[in-house]
């Protein structure tokens, strides 16, 4: 096998996506003919989103039976480190056995290369375009540059000398410098990304906060500051320095408004503070010779009850108690009248009352029974008496 040198560029660096950036340039060299100073064509690359290693590949033009290649690359590993290297699948495209050799993965240097043998039974080696090898790469601290050089390059047995996507060989690769915002949250909710994120330096990140539920986002710190009215979703912009978004959350208050209408109390009128998930029951309690006629939660009736419990409070709620006079409604009809009064008196003549609505609220004196106390009590209502 003969080696050949060639005085031109043999290998191109792109990534995925080309715009200008900053912090990383890479250059391939030529033999020692050539003056690496007098290139002026750039390739500019900014990958989107460093979020760690990344790969470069090293791609070759209108090779012709190519049977091998080797380069050796120098670089900062301050700034950025080799990770991996791998083939890549032109030369195993021809038909030849492929080997491959890693001369020197040390900090600051790659040496790496394969060739083909061409046995009797074996034929052509590989034409046209491909993947000569890809390189990881780990950016460490891209905020002062390096330069990846491509100190040496060499083919083997190409017929025809390949073409560069670009015919000169000092390429700009650029990639951004980056930060890292680290994110967390308190108890009773979550932040999404959580833990630590990488992105360019100036960038943003955005983040879904969600809380338990029962709970809200009590504040939002970055680098330890509130970032005033917290909602989700939060994005920290102008990212310039490793920084970190920190979220607490707490309960959700809510209110209870009680009231009473009549003669009767509730338990803790007024307008009180709870907290969502919470309890909090309220006893009525009827004036003497008064009942409960009715209790109202958020308007809507739930019958005459001396307690009424808001279990596992998830809003604002109102409760209305509201009673009614009952001594004397011997047929508890809510009103005082001649009827009950002849109703009374029947009772106490022992007149049959059987299928009569009988009401023991209407006792006035204690006794749970209808005697001539309730119809005389009666009678002065009727005549608009106020006492016995």
Do not use: W
């Not at 009673?323 to 508890?332: L, M, W």
């Not at 009064?341 to 029947?346: R, S």
């Amino acid at each position: 096998m003969i080696k050949k040198s060639v005085s031109f560029v043999l290998f191109m660096l792109c990534l995925l996506s080309f715009r200008p950036a900053y912090g990383l340039s890479v250059k391939i060299g030529y033999d020692d003919m050539t003056d690496p100073t007098q290139i002026t064509e750039t390739c500019l690359i900014d990958p989107s989103d460093i979020s760690g290693s990344f790969d470069v590949n090293i791609l070759i033009q209108d090779a012709e039976d190519f049977a091998g290649f080797e380069f050796e690359l120098e670089y900062n590993s301050d700034v950025v480190t080799v990770t991996d290297v791998e083939l890549g699948d032109f030369l195993e495209s021809g038909d030849r056995t492929v080997s491959q050799f890693l001369k020197d993965n040390s900090p600051g240097a790659l040496g790496f290369g394969a060739f083909t043998k061409k046995s009797a039974n074996e034929g052509r080696g590989a034409d046209g375009n491909g993947i000569l090898a890809t390189i990881t790469f780990d950016p460490k601290d891209l905020s002062d540059g390096t330069t990846l050089e491509f100190t040496r390059t060499d083919i083997f047995n190409s017929q025809n000398p390949p073409k560069c996507l670009i015919p000169n060989p000092v390429i700009n690769a650029e990639i951004a410098s980056t930060c890292k915002i680290t994110a967390s949250a308190g108890d009773h909710g979550t932040i999404s990304p959580s833990g630590e994120k990488t992105v360019k330096k100036g960038g943003s990140q955005t983040y879904t906060i969600t809380p338990d539920h029962c709970y809200r986002i009590a504040d939002v710190k970055v680098n330890g500051i509130s970032v005033g009215t917290p909602r989700s979703p939060h994005t920290v912009s102008d990212i310039q320095d490793n920084s970190t978004i920190h979220v607490s959350f707490e309960r959700r208050p809510h209110t209870i408004t009680a009231s009473a209408e009549g003669g009767g109390t509730i338990s803790s009128p007024g307008t009180r503070t709870v907290y969502c998930g919470d309890s909090r029951t309220y006893t009525i309690t009827a004036d003497p010779l008064c009942k409960i006629r009715d209790v109202r939660v958020n308007g809507t009736s739930v019958g005459a009850k001396s307690a009424y419990t808001f279990a596992s409070i998830t809003r604002n709620s109102t409760i209305r108690a509201i009673f009614r006079e009952a001594g004397g409604d011997i047929n508890d009809d809510e009103s005082i009248d001649l009827r009950d009064a002849i109703l009374g008196l029947k009772i106490l003549s022992g007149v049959s009352v059987e299928n009569k609505t009988i009401s023991t609220d209407a006792d006035i004196n204690g006794d749970k029974r209808i005697g001539p106390e309730e119809v005389i009590y009666i009678l002065r209502k009727t005549a608009n008496e106020t006492s016995i």
